[in-house]
């Protein structure tokens, strides 16, 4: 039987119409997460989870508040503050930095993830390593730390920021060798650094 309603009709298409936006919405949405989120590291894809929201903000404010705008007690604070998170193998995708702090816990993804976004929001210039079957970050600092080396890529120095080590300080030894070091990324660019020099040095 034929029915002939107007109001059907329209509704249908409305129907149709909100449908169709919303399939529109969703490649987009997926289209920039794997843009922002995911890289291509010799032929395996990494998957970064970092953030520059109010929460990641609010909470590096707070940690960092009796420094005085001092660099090396700022990035200390943040560091501390991510250590003291037990570390447990995350089996699924790495966690945001408020699922890590929330659920406290998280394993080197994770925890680097909640480390650099911090220091992100806070101006610093960071970037996640990887070595095999590991992830840390490296931060630079203007000021040279007299008794730690330091990193030096492409001639600009930086010092390792080791989120599992229990109270581990800026500046934890490297122990990997050039040829372990997989990848040098800027994960808010979801970008890898090409490295045309490095050096491990005071």
């Known amino acids: ?51 520059r929201d109010d929460y990641t903000l609010k909470l590096a404010n707070y940690l960092i508040k009796d420094c005085n705008k001092n660099e090396l007690c700022e990035v200390q604070k943040m560091l501390d503050f991510v250590t003291r998170i037990p570390y447990k193998v995350n089996e699924g995708i790495a966690k945001s930095s408020k699922q890590v ?12 993830n909640l480390l650099i976004s911090m220091l992100k929001v806070k101006g610093y210039e960071a970037y996640f390593v990887l070595v095999p079957k590991h992830i840390f970050v490296i931060v630079n600092l203007k000021n040279k730390l007299s008794n730690k080396k330091a990193l030096y890529v492409n001639g600009k120095r930086f010092y390792k920021l080791e989120s599992t080590a229990t109270n581990s300080k800026i500046g934890f030894p490297l122990k990997y060798a050039f040829d372990e070091i997989e990848a040098i990324i800027d994960p808010f660019e979801n970008k890898q650094l090409v490295v045309d020099e490095m050096e491990y040095k005071y």
Do not use: E, H, P
């Open 1 to 51: 039987m034929l029915i002939n309603n107007k109001f059907l009709k329209y509704s249908s298409f409305l129907l149709s119409l909100a449908f169709i936006i919303y399939i529109i919405y969703m490649i987009f949405t997926s289209f920039n997460i794997v843009k922002n989120q995911f890289i291509d590291i010799n032929g395996l894809t990494y998957v970064n989870q970092v953030r």
């Open 101 to 112: 702090v929330t659920q406290n816990y998280g394993d080197c993804d994770d925890k680097s």
